[in-house]
């Protein structure tokens, strides 16, 4: 009776397990594959990443930080790895008991991630998210075009899932390198220079504008969008190789300091805080001056009349209008020399100065009342005012004017 007992409860175990459970362990396991590894709402809430060489935290939905260690991260390349995680797709459940050959490993939240080697006959790689074993397929877009042989096996998709998990932190710090600053203001020492400070809210320089000049408003946005948007080309832990010479330091905020150098053709930037070396994609930060920021031209209207004495032009006047002369009837007049003059002067200048006790001028220019006295060489001309008492020097328009009566 007990051994009739034993075989009707493994038969009724046996249709149980073909039955139901079988039925319900597969639907299960079809419903779970050709799903995404990751739901939105994974992804989308704040979330942190620690891989081998940096630690990143989202604070929203969109910026991530290194936290309080200086740079800022590139928004852009991990926005577009999170992107291709949540493009995962699983092919299949492995056993808990398959071994799968880790390429590369991260934390996503305090759960262990591991990337493992591609299929050789297609693009599907081995993916372990905890415990949990699966071969994955990334839908994401390939943008690159291939042939479809290389199409069939692609390689790519895998390698840009493992490069970003490889980086070395410099890699993936914000090529913007000023992005994360409020930029309220930048202090400039240059060696053999004399300190200046750029004040942005107040939109001033120290020093300030030499007699009745004004600001240039709008030159104080220009360059705090080009601080904002300047670019690195690279990032360094050490300098060896590089060959550097100091050529002087910045601080901005009054709270960072900055140290800027040469090397051969490069500008190189030595953040004090962060001790990494930025090399620069251009040199805009070595040739700033604070009177750039100051309005020195001194024409700022489209057109005027002007008076000519010097040489054989004594009493001589001429309209200028729009960069054009309007009065061309005195043959005698070396009008493509005077076209650079007063271009230049319609200019922004080079570099002002208080204008010397003594000055000796070639031309006399009488605009409006002030009579302005110049002298023209090969690249530069020199303007004084002795009413403002200032001088300006203006770098030639490169024209071909020829100088044989100067």
């Not at 034993?6 to 362990?25: D, G, M, R, T």
């Not at 935290?57 to 290194?66: A, E, H, L, V, Y």
């Not at 208080?354 to 605009?367: G, I, M, V």
């Amino acid at each position: 009776m007990l051994n009739k007992l034993i075989i009707i409860n493994i038969i009724l175990f046996i249709c149980a397990y073909f039955f139901v459970e079988k039925p319900a362990l597969e639907s299960q396991l079809k419903n779970r594959s050709n799903k995404f590894v990751f739901s939105n709402n994974d992804l989308q809430r704040n979330i942190s990443i620690v891989a081998n060489d940096f630690k990143i935290s989202r604070k929203s939905d969109s910026i991530w930080s290194f936290g309080k260690e200086g740079h800022n991260p590139s928004q852009v390349k991990i926005n577009k790895f999170i992107k291709r995680l949540g493009k995962l797709k699983i092919v299949r459940e492995l056993p808990l008991s398959f071994d799968i050959n880790a390429k590369c490993d991260f934390t996503l939240n305090d759960v262990h991630i591991i990337i493992g080697e591609k299929l050789l006959y297609n693009e599907h790689y081995y993916f372990q998210l905890g415990r949990e074993k699966l071969i994955v397929h990334d839908t994401s877009p390939q943008t690159t075009p291939l042939t479809n042989e290389l199409f069939r096996i692609n390689p790519y998709k895998h390698k840009r899932l493992l490069d970003f998990c490889r980086s070395k932190k410099q890699a993936i710090i914000s090529e913007k390198i000023f992005t994360n600053f409020a930029l309220n203001n930048i202090e400039f020492r240059f060696l053999n220079q004399r300190p200046f400070f750029i004040d942005f809210q107040e939109m001033k320089t120290q020093p300030s504008p030499l007699g009745e000049l004004n600001y240039l408003n709008k030159q104080f946005d220009v360059f705090k969008n080009k601080l904002k948007s300047t670019q690195v080309i690279s990032y360094h832990d050490k300098s060896k190789g590089m060959n550097l010479s100091e050529i002087g330091w910045f601080t901005i905020d009054k709270e960072e300091k900055f140290k800027l150098f040469t090397s051969g053709q490069n500008l190189i930037v030595f953040s004090e805080k962060t001790k990494l070396w930025a090399k620069m994609k251009d040199h805009f930060l070595n040739e700033i001056f604070f009177q750039d920021f100051w309005d020195t031209r001194i024409f700022k209207s489209n057109a005027g009349n002007f008076c000519i004495n010097g040489h054989n032009n004594s009493g001589f006047c001429l309209e200028f209008k729009n960069r054009i002369f309007n009065n061309l009837s005195n043959r005698s007049l070396n009008y493509p020399l005077w076209y650079d003059i007063l271009y230049s002067l319609s200019s922004a200048a080079i570099f002002v100065r208080r204008a010397p006790s003594e000055f000796k001028y070639e031309y006399l220019l009488n605009f409006k009342g002030e009579k302005l006295m110049i002298k023209v060489r090969k690249n530069l001309i020199t303007v004084v005012n002795p009413l403002s008492n200032i001088q300006y020097e203006f770098k030639r328009r490169n024209s071909m004017t020829e100088l044989a009566n100067i």
